[in-house]
């Protein structure tokens, strides 16, 4: 594995490597990566995702350079990207690139020395985060074959339940998109579970759509979306996961979010054991550590 | 100590044991802390204070994670505290924090899974502040029982006063309270002093008030505290301790701040033994450093 | 060696010291500097000089205090240039330092307790990228002494070209000064070039000035330099090093540049391997490893 740029290059045996590999990593802490530098290049802000390598990167170990600036431009005085990956490739051993324009690590990776990690470019792909989705998934239900999945909120414009969605096409569960009709998931992913022979439904009603979930991902809906504020502020009000709709239509579902959460889920729902979305965070921890061992090995 | 979050928490046994193990930390470099991780995660820019964390962890082997932004709506993009803290905390295994508003660390702390430390909190508590004030007096002076107190400055605004002044009020000490009118002590403070049955007075005039100090401790007057630039201006000028005035009106006293100094202490003052004003840096790093292996040991 | 503040302080012995020592670090990994705390201070950004200190502290096995801050004036708050180097330098074992004026580094070094290394103040100096500048002639072309330099473009007020400069005069080289009459090399380097009785001329004529270059260092023009927009735009498009330049007129040169690459050298250069400037990077790294070495043994 030279790169990780996008969920559809890595197959089944390489997930399921990772997956192994980070259930082993859970409260580890060692010298594995010492006298390895891993630089975390954010061309927009993302701490948590940011923070997570860094830990990773440090409990195994290794250092960590960081690269923050709100305006992405200003990272390297008007230098093209492909100069700067040749540049920051010759100070790290691996880099973590966030930036805001879809396709960006892959033209990073092109030019650099080392190997590179999208952590997310723009609306196209969060690799990482649809792989700790997935180890939070088989760790929480002890399983993924056979699942009732149901994506909620912003399938269209969320680049974590599209990087999800495809890690989970190689598995045999059944999806149901639940979205306004302005944010329905991408035409080219419903092409690919096709393809792949997986079953899915969609539906814009959100309580008939959660009912019997096993796995519940919820992600918000945003604002800036919308023509109007009154369709927004509308919509936002249905699109609510309330305790009690927990209870009442998916009681064994796990519920899941790539957070921040906003209002997306009522803090009431963080008292039921269904709550797995800070549980989420500790995963990515492993599910990176993981993938830096296996990028540096 | 699961927490420092404020100066009163702390007993007497407990501020005397940070204040020994701090002594043994001066000019130490081990690792202590090997493999434990700090989340400095400052919510409003105070480079003095994050770097001196930064620097005891570093010094004990520990690793070091940094959120810093002006704007502390940004970290985490419109989450609460309450999710930060528990987002945070799963990456690190304590959290020093500074936060524009009073009481956030408190906050933090309840939503925390790890030790959490108030790096002052709005005009609230600074409490580490506090104590590395509190170690500089007794390396300074040899002991903290018998001295004659003398704060000046805004009194009122003032976190790191106040942080003090609650440790001191575990010994027998004598205050001397020197502010304007619009910056005198707290009147909480105040009482919490009748309580404990220390002696204190209170007076606007800088000259006298100074007389005899043996500690000095000046904190600087804020234009925007006042209502007027010229009611400012007049005041501004009236509390600056010179040389000449140490010299003549406590030639026994150390001189301390909070430091940044910006006018309130004439740079001529530097060239004085009493001067201990950039002696407390160095104290500063060994009390976090004791501060820090407390709550990891 | 106390600090390293301009090109002109080191004698041809202290530099060949620290090139000899620099090849021994290309590509090392150590522990050389364990417990070493460098304070990288950058009042302005430049990320891959501050990154370049940080690898090498990192590949030493040292520790690393990042500030940084567009405003150079909101570190600490109001607090003088002095009295930031004394309270810095308690942090750390070694300061690297980047200031928007020129002889801050001086001043921060008079006051500093430790060790100061100026990383580049305003039109003033950058004497660690002079080294590794001087470090790659060497490298790639073998030797220093004997070498036509052909330094093109704004020399006025580029601390790059003119750290190297200082340095090349301990040499027995002949230089070329290619340069439009605003942006002409500082009278003080021609005298000081005259007092070592080195041989240099002058040109405003691009394509003449470049031939036969052994080394060609290429600085860009930038548009605030001129009066009018007209005016720049005409320099901009001569000032431009295509392959068809390098292969015609001088094609046993090494093309190097500080970085960034905007538009002066065009891309397709890169193809040849004659391109060296990527290849400084690498270089700059293990220059300082060597310089922080040297300052902290």
Redesign the interface.
Known sequence: MKNLLSSESLSKEAIEEILQKADSFLGY?GEDLK?K?L?NLFYE?S??TR??F??AM??LGG?V???T?VHST??????TL??TA???S???DVVAIRHPESGSAQRFAENSDVPVINAGDGAGQHPTQGLLDLFTIQKEKGKVDGLKIVMTGDLKYSRCSNSLAYYLSNYDVEFVFVAPEQLKMKPELLKHLDEKGIKYSETDDFKKGIEGAEVLYCTRIQQERFASTAEYEELKDVYILTKALVEKKCPDSIVMAP????HEIS?EVDELPNAAY?RQ??NG?AVRMAILTKMLS
Do not use: C, N, W, Y
């Open positions: 802490r006298g530098i630089a802000p701490t948590r923070l997570s860094d830990t440090k409990r250092e350079l960081t690269v600036d200003s990272i390297m005085k008007g230098e492909d100069d040749k540049v920051i010759q100070f790290a957070l921040p959460r906003v803090k800070f965070i500790e921890v």
